[in-house]
């Protein structure tokens, strides 16, 4: 049965760092496209970042240059590290599987991140 | 970046009637265009994908059509359990994917 699990959301003052993590059963992170998602609150859904498995990265134009995508094979874990973070990056965030890259087919049950002083 | 846009924002619909959700794209994305439901507290749920292709597990009530700019969610016969939020997303501009806003589905 194929899961994602992620953690490490928080509370964090603007300017700071937080790194999220997704830990993935039942398939291989490293054989499959990853994303993050985001969704602040009340709102719509937001594609964030993308690694593909051959390793290339993608980001929106809104998180360019302050967050970073990875991933850890050895346990089968997918990360976010955001820094420089700002009030509007408060959302809930999602892992999500992507097919070749194309629609995502299993999603976590997302992790709150909310930037607030 | 491709704009989608859906409509109506919020759609008023009694158990077991029809429903049918649209989604625009501001330029063509083909056939590249998934569904996802959404239920408060819950993440996305996958429901539809390639404009027309059922998800695993989806109930056939549920039905996607278009191709271009132009698609179309319907709901056959409206369950109590479908009265959620639905997103159509796209997937031919990648890696820069967008999603519409939105369409709740409510209890008319």
């Known amino acids: 049965e194929v899961q ?3 953690t490490g959301g928080g509370l964090i003052q603007p300017g700071g760092s937080l790194r999220l993590s997704c830990a993935a059963s039942g398939f291989t992170v490293s054989s499959n496209y990853m994303s993050w998602v985001r969704q602040a609150p009340g709102k719509g859904l937001e594609w964030v970042s993308v690694i593909y498995s051959g390793g290339s990265t993608y980001y929106a134009d809104s998180v360019k240059g302050r967050f970073t995508i990875s991933r850890d094979n050895s346990k089968n874990t997918l990360y976010l590290q955001m820094n420089s973070l700002r ?3 408060t959302a809930v965030y999602y892992c999500a599987r992507q097919p070749r890259g194309l629609y995502f087919d299993y999603w976590g049950q997302g992790t709150l991140v909310t930037v607030s002083s | 970046e491709i704009v989608m846009t859906q409509s109506p924002a919020t759609l ?3 158990p077991g009637e029809r429903a049918t959700l649209s989604c ?4 063509s994305v083909s056939s590249n265009l998934a569904w996802y439901q959404q239920k408060p507290g819950q993440a996305p749920r996958l429901l539809i994908y390639g404009a027309s292709t ?3 597990g989806i109930p056939a009530r549920f039905s996607g059509s278009g191709s271009g700019t132009e698609f179309t969610l319907t709901i056959s016969s409206l369950q109590s359990e ?3 939020v639905y997103y159509c997303q796209q997937y031919n501009n990648w890696p820069q994917y967008t999603f519409g806003q939105g369409t709740k589905l ?3």
């Not at chain 2, 625009?24 to 330029?27: E, L, V």
């Open chain 1, 87 to 89: 009030a509007e990056d």
């Open chain 2, 54 to 56: 059922r998800a695993t």
């Open chain 1, 4 to 6: 994602l699990v992620e």
């Open chain 2, 82 to 84: 479908d009265f959620a």
């Open chain 2, 24 to 27: 625009r794209a501001s330029q």
């Open chain 2, 12 to 14: 008023s619909v009694s």
């Open chain 2, 106 to 108: 409510e209890i008319k």
